[in-house]
């Protein structure tokens, strides 16, 4: 059974940290691994890997794949209040595109 | 910015009702998912359709149906609801065929509590 595993599931940081948030997955037929934020309602997408090794930046935001040991990191450098929501990872295991989802971590960000 | 919108955004019925949340992408997608997240937990893959005529159950069993009359309109119908199906509902799409990796579209969710 296709599975994504996140880790933490919860953090608590102060403004300014630096966090690294986890994704492990096991699927048949990998495809690409998708990093969402979530802050109220619908996620919102912010990366897609497929290659090992290239990471990928969008400002304070960062990701990179490990396609070998199956894992996925997401960092957030000098965080922000705004950067509090649930972080989720997901597979696109292939099969007609399906995406299976980790069950997020939930980061909180204190001013 | 996706185009793709549900309806309603916030629903509270009686149980027993039948309800149908509305789900509409104008981005031409043929693929569509619909997915049941709990508070806090993860989002669960109850349907989805490759294209008009075409629905297909998700991961997790669920008491909805589903229909694709239309590429842009998947609306999800409870028959009869209960208290168990209160939940956030996530309309989502995405376009395999059109390019070699495609991130998946959401709508801004339909939160149900049946009472």
């Known amino acids: 059974e296709d599975k994504v595993v996140q880790s933490p599931l919860s953090l608590v940081v102060h403004e300014g940290d630096t966090v690294t948030l986890n994704c492990s997955y096991e699927?048949?037929?990998?495809?690409?691994l998708l990093w969402y934020k979530q802050e109220k309602k619908a996620p919102t997408f912010l990366f897609m890997l497929t290659s090992s090794g290239i990471e990928k930046k969008s400002g304070r935001l960062s990701s990179i794949l490990d396609k070998k040991e199956l894992f996925s990191i997401l960092n957030i450098t000098a965080t922000q209040t705004g950067d509090s929501a649930i972080y989720l990872c997901?597979?696109?295991?292939?099969?007609?595109?399906?995406?299976?989802f980790g069950p997020g971590t939930r980061l909180s960000v204190l001013p | 910015e996706a185009d793709i919108y549900q309806t309603p955004r916030y629903l509270v019925i009686g149980t027993g009702k039948k309800i149908t949340l509305e789900c509409s992408q104008t981005?031409?997608?043929?693929?569509m998912y619909w997915y049941q997240q709990d508070p806090g937990m993860e989002l669960h893959l109850i349907h989805y359709s490759y294209g008009v005529n075409s629905t297909e159950k998700g991961d997790l069993s669920s008491e909805s149906t589903v229909s694709r009359i239309r590429t842009e309109h998947f609306p999800l119908t409870l028959e009869s609801a209960r208290p168990s199906h209160t939940s956030q509902y996530l309309c989502?799409?995405?376009?395999?065929?059109?390019?070699?990796?495609?991130?998946?579209?959401f709508g801004q969710g339909t939160r149900l509590t049946v009472v």
């Open positions: 997901a597979v696109d295991n292939n099969y007609g595109q399906n995406f299976v």
């Open positions: 981005m031409g997608h043929d693929k």
């Open positions: 989502a799409s995405s376009d395999p065929d059109r390019a070699m990796n495609t991130e998946a579209f």
């Open positions: 699927v048949t037929n990998f495809r690409s």
